[in-house]
Protein backbone atom coordinates (compact mmCIF):
# COMPACT_ATOMS: atom_id res chain seq x y z
CA UNK A 1 0.00 0.00 0.00
CA UNK A 2 3.03 2.24 0.78
CA UNK A 3 5.47 1.15 -1.51
CA UNK A 4 5.89 4.01 -3.01
CA UNK A 5 7.42 5.37 0.84
CA UNK A 6 9.26 1.95 1.63
CA UNK A 7 11.07 1.47 -1.28
CA UNK A 8 12.98 4.83 -1.37
CA UNK A 9 13.09 4.78 2.88
CA UNK A 10 14.82 1.36 2.35
CA UNK A 11 17.07 2.79 -0.57
CA UNK A 12 18.35 5.06 1.56
CA UNK A 13 19.27 2.77 4.77
CA UNK A 14 20.70 0.54 1.86
CA UNK A 15 23.22 3.64 0.73
CA UNK A 16 24.43 4.48 4.53
CA UNK A 17 24.72 0.59 5.17
CA UNK A 18 27.04 0.24 2.41
CA UNK A 19 29.14 3.36 3.15
CA UNK A 20 29.84 2.39 6.47
CA UNK A 21 30.18 -1.33 5.42
CA UNK A 22 33.30 -0.67 3.50
CA UNK A 23 35.06 0.99 6.53
CA UNK A 24 33.70 -1.62 9.33
CA UNK A 25 32.23 -4.69 7.45
CA UNK A 26 28.80 -5.12 6.22
CA UNK A 27 27.72 -7.61 8.79
CA UNK A 28 29.09 -5.23 11.70
CA UNK A 29 26.29 -4.09 13.97
CA UNK A 30 27.89 -0.68 14.48
CA UNK A 31 27.31 -0.66 10.39
CA UNK A 32 23.97 -0.94 10.71
CA UNK A 33 23.28 0.97 13.59
CA UNK A 34 24.99 3.66 11.88
CA UNK A 35 22.91 2.68 8.74
CA UNK A 36 19.87 3.50 10.82
CA UNK A 37 21.00 6.81 12.53
CA UNK A 38 22.15 8.30 9.21
CA UNK A 39 18.56 7.67 7.63
CA UNK A 40 17.33 9.43 10.38
CA UNK A 41 19.08 12.40 9.86
CA UNK A 42 19.10 12.10 6.05
CA UNK A 43 15.12 12.19 6.58
CA UNK A 44 15.02 14.76 9.37
CA UNK A 45 17.30 17.41 7.36
CA UNK A 46 14.73 18.29 4.58
CA UNK A 47 11.79 18.67 7.43
CA UNK A 48 14.17 21.79 9.49
CA UNK A 49 12.78 24.46 7.00
CA UNK A 50 9.05 23.42 8.17
CA UNK A 51 10.11 23.14 11.61
CA UNK A 52 11.63 26.52 11.90
CA UNK A 53 8.29 27.78 10.57
CA UNK A 54 6.06 26.24 12.63
CA UNK A 55 8.43 27.67 15.84
CA UNK A 56 8.21 31.22 14.00
CA UNK A 57 4.40 30.98 13.84
CA UNK A 58 3.94 29.71 17.83
CA UNK A 59 6.49 33.04 18.78
CA UNK A 60 4.70 35.55 16.89
CA UNK A 61 1.40 34.14 17.92
CA UNK A 62 2.86 34.25 21.52
CA UNK A 63 3.57 37.82 20.18
CA UNK A 64 -0.23 38.55 19.23
CA UNK A 65 -1.85 37.22 22.62
CA UNK A 66 -2.53 40.97 24.14
CA UNK A 67 -4.26 41.99 21.05
CA UNK A 68 -5.94 38.20 20.23
CA UNK A 69 -7.19 38.96 24.27
CA UNK A 70 -8.51 42.26 23.12
CA UNK A 71 -10.33 40.26 19.89
CA UNK A 72 -12.10 38.18 21.94
CA UNK A 73 -13.06 41.02 24.65
CA UNK A 74 -14.61 43.76 21.74
CA UNK A 75 -16.35 40.79 19.91
CA UNK A 76 -17.34 38.26 22.68
CA UNK A 77 -21.16 38.59 21.14
CA UNK A 78 -20.45 38.01 17.59
CA UNK A 79 -18.42 35.02 16.78
CA UNK A 80 -18.22 35.44 13.12
CA UNK A 81 -16.63 38.42 13.54
CA UNK A 82 -14.31 37.39 15.98
CA UNK A 83 -12.89 34.51 13.79
CA UNK A 84 -12.60 36.96 11.06
CA UNK A 85 -10.61 39.88 13.14
CA UNK A 86 -8.41 36.77 14.25
CA UNK A 87 -7.28 35.45 10.82
CA UNK A 88 -7.00 38.83 9.45
CA UNK A 89 -4.91 39.42 12.66
CA UNK A 90 -2.97 36.11 12.47
CA UNK A 91 -2.28 36.55 8.46
CA UNK A 92 -1.26 39.85 8.46
CA UNK A 93 1.95 38.38 10.83
CA UNK A 94 2.29 35.43 8.97
CA UNK A 95 1.13 32.96 11.73
CA UNK A 96 -0.62 29.86 10.63
CA UNK A 97 -3.07 27.87 12.88
CA UNK A 98 -2.59 24.67 11.10
CA UNK A 99 1.10 24.99 10.04
CA UNK A 100 2.02 22.42 12.81
CA UNK A 101 -0.39 20.08 12.13
CA UNK A 102 0.16 20.02 8.46
CA UNK A 103 4.38 19.52 9.08
CA UNK A 104 3.22 16.79 11.59
CA UNK A 105 0.95 14.89 8.58
CA UNK A 106 3.60 14.88 6.34
CA UNK A 107 6.40 13.52 8.79
CA UNK A 108 3.93 10.90 9.91
CA UNK A 109 3.55 8.82 6.85
CA UNK A 110 7.66 8.90 6.12
CA UNK A 111 8.86 7.74 9.93
CA UNK A 112 5.75 4.61 10.16
CA UNK A 113 7.50 3.47 6.82
CA UNK A 114 11.03 3.83 8.51
CA UNK A 115 9.98 1.85 10.90
CA UNK A 116 8.48 -0.86 8.69
CA UNK A 117 11.55 -1.13 7.01
CA UNK A 118 13.31 -2.15 10.15
CA UNK A 119 10.64 -4.42 11.40
CA UNK A 120 9.78 -6.23 7.84
CA UNK A 121 13.98 -7.47 8.46
CA UNK A 122 12.15 -9.87 11.46
CA UNK A 123 9.13 -10.84 10.34
CA UNK A 124 7.07 -11.94 13.13
CA UNK A 125 5.95 -15.64 13.28
CA UNK A 126 9.05 -16.53 10.66
CA UNK A 127 11.90 -18.40 11.82
CA UNK A 128 15.69 -17.05 11.49
CA UNK A 129 16.12 -18.91 8.04
CA UNK A 130 12.50 -18.20 6.64
CA UNK A 131 13.15 -14.50 7.36
CA UNK A 132 16.89 -14.59 5.97
CA UNK A 133 15.42 -16.10 2.87
CA UNK A 134 12.82 -13.41 1.97
CA UNK A 135 14.17 -9.78 0.29
CA UNK A 136 13.16 -7.02 2.29
CA UNK A 137 12.34 -4.37 -0.53
CA UNK A 138 15.69 -2.85 -2.41
CA UNK A 139 18.02 -5.42 0.60
CA UNK A 140 18.12 -9.53 -0.84
CA UNK A 141 18.20 -12.30 1.28
CA UNK A 142 22.41 -11.82 1.62
CA UNK A 143 21.96 -8.59 3.16
CA UNK A 144 18.80 -9.62 5.21
CA UNK A 145 20.83 -12.47 6.83
CA UNK A 146 23.32 -9.92 7.40
CA UNK A 147 21.26 -7.77 9.38
CA UNK A 148 19.79 -10.59 11.11
CA UNK A 149 22.89 -11.62 12.28
CA UNK A 150 24.24 -8.63 13.33
CA UNK A 151 25.25 -7.42 16.61
CA UNK A 152 25.76 -4.15 19.19
CA UNK A 153 27.15 -5.30 22.35
CA UNK A 154 26.66 -8.70 21.83
CA UNK A 155 22.46 -8.10 20.98
CA UNK A 156 20.94 -9.10 18.00
CA UNK A 157 19.88 -5.65 16.27
CA UNK A 158 16.82 -7.54 14.96
CA UNK A 159 16.24 -9.10 18.55
CA UNK A 160 13.63 -8.02 21.11
CA UNK A 161 13.00 -9.01 25.01
CA UNK A 162 10.21 -10.82 24.82
CA UNK A 163 11.29 -13.06 21.80
CA UNK A 164 11.04 -16.71 22.59
CA UNK A 165 14.80 -18.45 23.29
CA UNK A 166 14.49 -20.79 20.80
CA UNK A 167 14.33 -17.83 17.79
CA UNK A 168 17.19 -16.38 19.88
CA UNK A 169 19.36 -19.47 19.71
CA UNK A 170 18.79 -18.98 15.84
CA UNK A 171 20.69 -16.27 15.31
CA UNK A 172 23.85 -17.82 14.75
CA UNK A 173 27.43 -17.01 16.75
CA UNK A 174 27.60 -16.55 20.20
CA UNK A 175 24.25 -17.93 22.44
CA UNK A 176 22.36 -14.98 23.66
CA UNK A 177 19.98 -14.37 26.14
CA UNK A 178 16.73 -12.09 26.72
CA UNK A 179 18.74 -10.24 29.32
CA UNK A 180 21.57 -9.93 27.42
CA UNK A 181 19.02 -8.02 24.77
CA UNK A 182 17.24 -6.16 27.67
CA UNK A 183 21.24 -4.61 28.54
CA UNK A 184 20.83 -3.15 25.03
CA UNK A 185 17.23 -2.17 25.06
CA UNK A 186 17.02 -0.45 28.28
CA UNK A 187 19.91 2.36 27.92
CA UNK A 188 18.99 2.83 24.56
CA UNK A 189 14.84 3.45 25.40
CA UNK A 190 15.91 5.58 28.57
CA UNK A 191 18.03 7.92 27.06
CA UNK A 192 15.51 8.11 24.03
CA UNK A 193 12.68 8.48 27.02
CA UNK A 194 14.44 11.18 28.75
CA UNK A 195 14.67 13.02 25.08
CA UNK A 196 10.91 12.62 24.68
CA UNK A 197 10.13 14.11 28.02
CA UNK A 198 12.91 17.22 27.73
CA UNK A 199 11.13 18.33 24.27
CA UNK A 200 7.89 17.92 24.98
CA UNK A 201 8.31 20.15 28.08
CA UNK A 202 10.09 22.51 26.18
CA UNK A 203 7.09 22.23 23.47
CA UNK A 204 4.61 23.27 26.12
CA UNK A 205 6.15 26.36 26.95
CA UNK A 206 5.74 27.72 23.26
CA UNK A 207 2.11 27.15 24.31
CA UNK A 208 0.83 29.09 27.30
CA UNK A 209 -2.76 28.08 26.48
CA UNK A 210 -2.57 24.67 26.22
CA UNK A 211 -5.15 22.63 28.13
CA UNK A 212 -4.70 21.36 31.18
CA UNK A 213 -4.49 17.79 30.10
CA UNK A 214 -1.67 18.34 28.00
CA UNK A 215 0.32 19.09 30.74
CA UNK A 216 0.80 14.99 31.30
CA UNK A 217 1.91 14.50 27.93
CA UNK A 218 5.59 14.55 28.62
CA UNK A 219 5.45 12.05 31.42
CA UNK A 220 2.65 10.52 29.68
CA UNK A 221 4.86 9.73 26.29
CA UNK A 222 7.92 8.11 27.85
CA UNK A 223 6.20 5.84 30.14
CA UNK A 224 3.96 4.73 27.10
CA UNK A 225 6.91 4.11 24.91
CA UNK A 226 8.96 2.30 28.07
CA UNK A 227 6.03 -0.21 28.11
CA UNK A 228 6.64 -1.24 24.48
CA UNK A 229 10.30 -1.70 25.08
CA UNK A 230 9.61 -5.57 25.25
CA UNK A 231 8.37 -5.72 22.34
CA UNK A 232 10.41 -3.50 19.88
CA UNK A 233 13.75 -5.00 18.08
CA UNK A 234 16.92 -2.91 19.36
CA UNK A 235 17.21 -1.41 15.58
CA UNK A 236 13.99 0.06 16.43
CA UNK A 237 15.30 1.85 19.72
CA UNK A 238 18.17 2.89 17.87
CA UNK A 239 15.83 4.87 15.27
CA UNK A 240 14.14 5.74 18.32
CA UNK A 241 17.52 7.61 20.58
CA UNK A 242 18.10 9.07 17.02
CA UNK A 243 14.67 10.67 16.12
CA UNK A 244 14.27 11.63 19.58
CA UNK A 245 17.82 13.17 19.97
CA UNK A 246 17.81 14.93 16.52
CA UNK A 247 14.85 17.16 17.90
CA UNK A 248 16.27 17.72 20.73
CA UNK A 249 18.87 19.35 19.31
CA UNK A 250 17.03 20.85 16.42
CA UNK A 251 14.25 22.38 18.96
CA UNK A 252 17.40 24.19 20.69
CA UNK A 253 19.48 25.55 18.11
CA UNK A 254 15.91 26.45 15.96
CA UNK A 255 14.82 27.88 18.77
CA UNK A 256 17.50 30.20 19.76
CA UNK A 257 17.14 31.66 16.16
CA UNK A 258 13.53 32.35 16.90
CA UNK A 259 14.11 34.10 20.39
CA UNK A 260 15.88 36.39 18.54
CA UNK A 261 13.71 37.50 15.74
CA UNK A 262 11.84 40.49 17.01
CA UNK A 263 8.12 40.40 16.20
CA UNK A 264 6.67 43.89 15.96
CA UNK A 265 2.78 44.06 17.08
CA UNK A 266 1.21 47.47 16.31
CA UNK A 267 -0.88 48.80 18.90
CA UNK A 268 -4.66 47.94 18.81
CA UNK A 269 -6.53 50.40 17.74
CA UNK A 270 -9.36 52.14 20.11
CA UNK A 271 -12.34 52.14 19.59
CA UNK A 272 -14.30 55.18 18.10
CA UNK A 273 -16.00 57.56 21.58
CA UNK A 274 -19.46 57.74 21.32
CA UNK A 275 -21.57 60.88 19.52
CA UNK A 276 -21.48 63.58 22.59
CA UNK A 277 -24.63 64.94 23.60
CA UNK A 278 -24.69 69.15 23.20
CA UNK A 279 -24.18 71.13 25.89
CA UNK A 280 -26.88 72.72 28.12
CA UNK A 281 -28.59 75.84 25.95
CA UNK A 282 -26.42 74.80 22.89
CA UNK A 283 -28.93 74.22 19.66
CA UNK A 284 -28.43 70.92 18.04
CA UNK A 285 -26.98 70.95 14.77
CA UNK A 286 -29.20 68.78 12.53
CA UNK A 287 -27.57 67.51 9.67
CA UNK A 288 -29.50 67.73 6.66
CA UNK A 289 -30.60 64.32 4.71
Do not use: C
Amino acid sequence: MLDFLYYPVSAVLWFWHQVFGLVLGPDDGVAWALAVIFLVLTLRTPMIKPALSRLRSAHRMRALAPRLTELRARHRDDPQKLVAETRALQAEHGVSAFGGVASALLQAPVFLALLHVLRYFNRPGLTFEQNAAIPNYVFGPDEVRSFLEARLFGAPLSAYVTMPQSLLDSFGGASVTSWQVLAVALPLAVLAAVATHVTARRSLRTQPDAPRIMRALPWVFPLGALASVPFLPDAVLVYWLANNGWTLVEQHVLGRIVEREVVVVPDAVAPRPAARAPKPGQKPVRRRS
